[in-house]
C-alpha cells in the first residue's frame, strides 16, 4: 500500500513562492512517476507538472518556466517549487504517484491562494 500526502499550501501575494512537498510512505520501491495536479472548482483537474525515476519532467503550458518539479524516488519525496504565482495558480494541488503497474495514487490536496 503506498500513502501520499502533501503540504506547503497557503495565501502568498502574486509574484510570490511556496513550495509544496508531496511525501510518499509504503512500497515506495514500485514508484516510477510523481505528478501534481490543481483543480479549481467546476474545473476539471489540471496536470501541471510530472517527472519520472528517469528524471524526466513535463510542465503544462500554464506553469512552464515558473514551476519546477523535482523528486527522490528512493526517499519517497516530491517537491513543487512556485515562482512568479498569480491569481489564476490559485486551487487545491494534489500529488499523484503511480508504479509499475500503472495503479495511481492521490493525496489529500493541499489549497494554494493567490492573492492581494
Known amino acids: 500500500q503506498v500513502k501520499v500526502v502533501e503540504s506547503g499550501g497557503g495565501l502568498v501575494q502574486p509574484g510570490g513562492s511556496l513550495r509544496l512537498s508531496c511525501v510518499v510512505s509504503?512500497?515506495?520501491?514500485?514508484?516510477?512517476?510523481m505528478d501534481w495536479y490543481r483543480q479549481t472548482p467546476g474545473k476539471q483537474r489540471e496536470r501541471v507538472a510530472a517527472i519520472t525515476t528517469e528524471g524526466d519532467t513535463y510542465y503544462s503550458d500554464s506553469v512552464k518556466g515558473r514551476f519546477t518539479i523535482s523528486g527522490d524516488f528512493a526517499k519517497g519525496a516530491g517537491l513543487l517549487q512556485m515562482d512568479s504565482l498569480k491569481p489564476d495558480d490559485t486551487a487545491v494541488y494534489y500529488c499523484?504517484?503511480?508504479?509499475?503497474?500503472?495503479?495511481?495514487?492521490w493525496g489529500q490536496g493541499t489549497q494554494v491562494n493567490v492573492s492581494s
Open positions: 509504503g512500497n515506495t520501491f514500485a514508484i516510477t512517476t
Open positions: 499523484r504517484v503511480q508504479d509499475f503497474q500503472n495503479f495511481g495514487y
